[in-house]
Nanobody, 127 residues
Framework: QVRLVESGGGSVQAGGSLRVSCAAS????????MGWFRQAPGKEREGVAS???????MYADSVRGRFTISRDSAKNTLYLEMNSLKPEDTAMYYC?????????????????????WGQGTQVTVSS
């Protein structure tokens, strides 16, 4: 059974940095698509960043240049390094995975490909 567990959220002032992690377990497929999504109160969920087994990386325009997604294959852990944080980055951040295939859609619709989701970790950025 695939399990995703996020950690590392918290509160930070604008301009600060945070790193969130997602420990994955329950699958060994060599092909995968993993990503970070976020949802703020009253807003729709949006894709933030993704990475797949082919080395493809995508970012939402709103975070490109500030956020970096990476994966440690030995630990089967996904990371999102967030720098120059803004109050509008405040949201619940979710890790998601498709453990069977590379990412095949763009950031706007990537959520529809994901089969498994974590419980989320809160990121709050104050001005």
């Amino acid at each position: 059974q695939v399990r995703l567990v996020e950690s590392g959220g918290g509160s930070v002032q604008a301009g600060g940095s945070l790193r969130v992690s997602c420990a994955a377990s329950g699958y060994t497929s060599r092909r995968y698509c993993m990503g970070w999504f976020r949802q703020a109160p009253g807003k729709e969920r949006e894709g933030v960043a993704s990475i797949d087994s082919s080395g493809n990386i995508m970012y939402a325009d709103s975070v490109r240049g500030r956020f970096t997604i990476s994966r440690d294959s030995a630990k089967n852990t996904l990371y999102l390094e967030m720098n120059s944080l803004k109050p509008e980055d405040t949201a619940m951040y979710y890790c998601a995975a498709d453990p069977n295939y590379i990412c095949i859609t763009d950031m706007r619709t990537l959520g529809t490909q994901m089969d498994h989701w974590g419980q989320g970790t809160q990121v709050t950025v104050s001005s």
